[in-house]
T-cell receptor, first 114, second 116 residues
Framework: EADIYQTPRYLVIGTGKKITLECSQTMGHDKMYWYQQDPGMELHLIHYSYGVNSTEKGDLSSESTVSRIRTEHFPLTLESARPSHTSQYLC?????????????FGPGTRLLVL | AQKITQTQPGMFVQEKEAVTLDCTYDTSDQSYGLFWYKQPSSGEMIFLIYQGSYDEQNATEGRYSLNFQKARKSANLVISASQLGDSAMYFCAMEDSGGGADGLTFGKGTHLIIQP
């Protein structure tokens, strides 16, 4: 059973606000990921990290930023939210040491920007 | 170019019947992994099953099995004896070392509805 947590689960916010989506995992996994998913659509990778102080951009361009100061924590920040940022954001983690790197996902944050 | 193709946007299946969800993929890598995830309406992604490109046997996990046909580049998910709780979105995903960003590439998903 995966132990990966995301808060908040739902967020409704006005345009221009700064928001941080939290993601934490207690499995000691090295790699963490953020995916964006529009309703009824596939997931797209927007950020990933190999470990502390490592952050990389994913295939889908995003105005969000991430940080990885602690192994277990991988927050995503939007400096100025816009309606185009309305989506679901899913965090995942996996262990480099595993032969098969299965990604385990958190419950997601559904963001609505008005 | 899209790497994962799921051609069934939606499926209706009677309870207790078996169901096959189609997935084809495209990669030039020899080493890759294929995953299936289930996403209920609550939104979380639940890992179901994995098939490695070098695995000689089809993967099985309980009621889930993966029909892996490497030459045809297909990795169909088979759910035996479907249950009402199987109603969800199902995503096929691939991990390879194809030079792009790390992480999984997902298909567009199949919305499966199990009818009583």
């Amino acid at each position: 059973e995966a132990d990966i947590y995301q808060t908040p689960r739902y967020l409704v916010i006005g345009t221009g606000k700064k928001i941080t989506l939290e993601c934490s995992q207690t499995m000691g996994h090295d790699k963490m990921y953020w995916y964006q998913q529009d309703p009824g659509m596939e997931l797209h990778l927007i950020h990933y990290s190999y470990g502390v102080n490592s952050t990389e951009k994913g295939d889908l361009s995003s105005e969000s930023t991430v940080s990885r100061i602690r192994t277990e924590h991988f927050p995503l920040t939007l400096e100025s939210a816009r309606p185009s940022h309305t989506s679901q954001y899913l965090c995942a983690s996996s262990a480099i040491r595993e032969v098969r790197e299965t990604q385990y996902f958190g419950p997601g944050t559904r963001l609505l920007v008005l | 170019a899209q790497k994962i193709t799921q051609t069934q946007p939606g499926m209706f299946v009677q309870e207790k019947e078996a169901v096959t969800l189609d997935c084809t993929y495209d990669t030039s890598d020899q080493s890759y992994g294929l995953f299936w995830y289930k996403q209920p309406s609550s939104g979380e992604m639940i890992f179901l099953i994995y098939q490695g490109s070098y695995d000689e046997q089809n993967a099985t996990e309980g009621r889930y099995s993966l029909n892996f046909q490497k030459a045809r580049k297909s990795a169909n998910l088979v759910i035996s004896a479907s249950q009402l709780g199987d109603s969800a979105m199902y995503f096929c995903a691939m991990e390879d070392s194809g030079g792009g960003a790390d992480g999984l590439t997902f298909g567009k998903g199949t919305h499966l509805i199990i009818q009583p």
